[in-house]
């Protein structure tokens, strides 16, 4: 028997298994995942922008939390941040669910840094459909920055490392949880490991486990959604836009690639669904025609900034993205840290944004995690 087994190798399962053996004192712990390489998925293919709170006028907690967890992943991760841009927010003046007025109250309610864009900056925008252009403290995540680290940071504390390969299924047996792990692609050779704890870290794929796994209380909904890559114009690669709050565009620094991101409210999501077992949302993903609409997001930004539509079409990263369907009215997006009821020492683990790890860091100090005996 194993002190903890961890399935998912993204930046939260990482993160989960260096915390049991460094701060819980678990002697072995071992990380499965699907994919070949560590921080793959969700991980890699998002935005990798480092919230601030700005994003989310419309959820306080999520916002507050933002602002919290900041300054301490920049403290953990300063070689992984990307600070060396200018993010500006704006505010459009039709179609928008806040107003320039309403986002300055919120931003000074959750103590975050707001000016006015100077004019160099302001005039990029179209003034007939944007009301005011902030200038904020907003950064970027290097994800091959972070890969690199998953690796080392597992190798220093002593984790067994199983890529490649998935769990298909958890039983429970007396105080632990039989884990039942595949070669990805094989349904052959089932490798049992008891462990005394289990995390699962799966994102999408939360609930596709058998056995005596029992699907989280929460509803969850899945997007298939594309992230553009582009080269923006000479004048406005040092920049990362944000236009606000409702079918508008972003566009950030993708440091991974030493290029811009580009998301879209309307053209972001391709199709969604709500979560049910036995349909890996992965598969769906695998099986989907992913033709691009980068296109599509970039007229409509022009007409917000007009000199994006310059921008160099370089690719798109399609992943399913997952939430907790309560939160569908006001975009916030809290964890979910939930123990089973069915299996012993069993936790299911969801987080929408990087820095919440923090949040769940926050509630595993909670929870009794011991080691077995040597």
Same mark, same amino acid.
């Given at each position: 028997?194993?002190?903890?087994?961890?399935?998912?190798?993204?930046?939260?399962?990482?993160?989960?298994?260096?915390?049991?053996?460094?701060?819980?004192?678990?002697?072995?712990?071992?990380?499965?995942?699907?994919?070949?390489?560590?921080?793959?998925?969700?991980?890699?293919?998002?935005?990798?922008?480092?919230?601030?709170?700005?994003?989310?006028?419309?959820?306080?907690?999520?916002?507050?939390?933002?602002?919290?967890?900041?300054?301490?992943?920049?403290?953990?991760?300063?070689?992984?941040?990307?600070?060396?841009?200018?993010?500006?927010?704006?505010?459009?003046?039709?179609?928008?669910?806040?107003?320039?007025?309403?986002?300055?109250?919120?931003?000074?309610?959750?103590?975050?840094?707001?000016? %006015?864009?100077?004019?160099?900056?302001?005039?990029?925008?179209?003034?007939?459909?944007?009301?005011?252009?902030?200038?904020? $403290?907003?950064?970027?995540?290097?994800?091959?920055?972070?890969?690199?680290?998953?690796?080392?940071?597992?190798?220093?504390?002593?984790?067994?490392?199983?890529?490649?390969?998935?769990?298909?299924?958890?039983?429970?047996?007396?105080?632990?949880?039989?884990?039942?792990?595949?070669?990805?692609?094989?349904? $052959?050779?089932?490798?049992?490991?008891?462990?005394?704890?289990?995390?699962?870290?799966?994102?999408?794929?939360?609930?596709?486990?058998?056995?005596?796994?029992?699907?989280?209380?929460?509803?969850?909904?899945?997007?298939?959604?594309?992230?553009?890559?582009?080269?923006? %114009?000479?004048?406005?690669?040092?920049?990362?836009?944000?236009?606000?709050?409702?079918?508008?565009?972003?566009?950030?620094?993708?440091?991974?690639?030493?290029?811009?991101?580009?998301?879209?409210?309307?053209?972001?999501?391709?199709?969604?669904?709500?979560?049910?077992?036995?349909?890996?949302?992965?598969?769906?993903?695998?099986?989907?025609?992913?033709?691009?609409?980068?296109?599509?997001?970039?007229?409509?930004?022009?007409?917000?900034?007009?000199?994006?539509?310059?921008?160099?079409? =370089?690719?798109?990263?399609? $992943?399913? =993205?997952?939430?907790?369907?309560?939160?569908?009215?006001?975009?916030?997006?809290?964890?979910?840290?939930?123990?089973?009821?069915?299996?012993?020492?069993?936790?299911?683990?969801?987080?929408?944004?990087?820095?919440?790890?923090?949040?769940?860091?926050?509630?595993?100090?909670?929870?009794?995690?011991?080691?077995?005996? %040597?």
């Amino acid at each position: 028997m194993i002190d903890a087994l961890v399935i998912g190798g993204g930046f939260y399962g990482v993160s989960i298994a260096c915390y049991l053996v460094q701060r819980r004192g678990l002697r072995s712990v071992r990380l499965v995942d699907r994919e070949p390489r560590l921080l793959s998925r969700a991980s890699y293919n998002n935005q990798a922008r480092i919230h601030n709170g700005y994003h989310y006028p419309r959820s306080y907690v999520t916002a507050y939390r933002s602002r919290v967890n900041l300054p301490l992943f920049v403290a953990d991760f300063p070689f992984a941040v990307e600070k060396d841009f200018v993010k500006l927010y704006a505010i459009a003046r039709q179609n928008s669910k806040v107003n320039a007025r309403q986002f300055q109250r919120f931003c000074k309610e959750i103590g975050a840094r707001l000016e %006015p864009a100077a004019q160099e900056y302001t005039q990029m925008f179209d003034p007939r459909r944007v009301e005011a252009v902030f200038l904020v $403290e907003e950064f970027a995540f290097d994800a091959a920055q972070l890969q690199s680290w998953a690796q080392e940071k597992l190798t220093a504390c002593d984790i067994e490392v199983t890529l490649k390969h998935r769990v298909v299924s958890c039983d429970a047996t007396g105080n632990s949880t039989a884990v039942n792990i595949v070669r990805e692609g094989a349904s $052959e050779d089932v490798e049992t490991v008891n462990a005394r704890y289990v995390f699962n870290c799966t994102y999408s794929g939360l609930n596709q486990l058998g056995g005596a796994f029992r699907p989280v209380a929460a509803a969850l909904k899945h997007e298939i959604t594309e992230i553009g890559l582009i080269e923006m %114009p000479p004048a406005m690669r040092g920049l990362g836009i944000t236009v606000m709050d409702g079918p508008f565009f972003s566009a950030m620094p993708f440091p991974a690639r030493g290029l811009h991101s580009i998301s879209h409210v309307r053209y972001t999501p391709h199709l969604f669904w709500y979560d049910e077992i036995g349909k890996d949302p992965y598969a769906r993903l695998d099986s989907y025609t992913k033709d691009s609409r980068v296109d599509r997001m970039i007229s409509d930004a022009k007409r917000y900034v007009p000199g994006i539509v310059d921008s160099v079409t =370089k690719g798109s990263l399609f $992943e399913v =993205k997952t939430v907790l369907v309560k939160n569908e009215g006001n975009d916030g997006r809290p964890i979910l840290f939930e123990k089973s009821q069915t299996l012993p020492g069993f936790y299911s683990v969801l987080g929408g944004k990087i820095d919440n790890i923090y949040d769940i860091i926050g509630y595993l100090d909670k929870e009794t995690i011991e080691r077995g005996a %040597p």
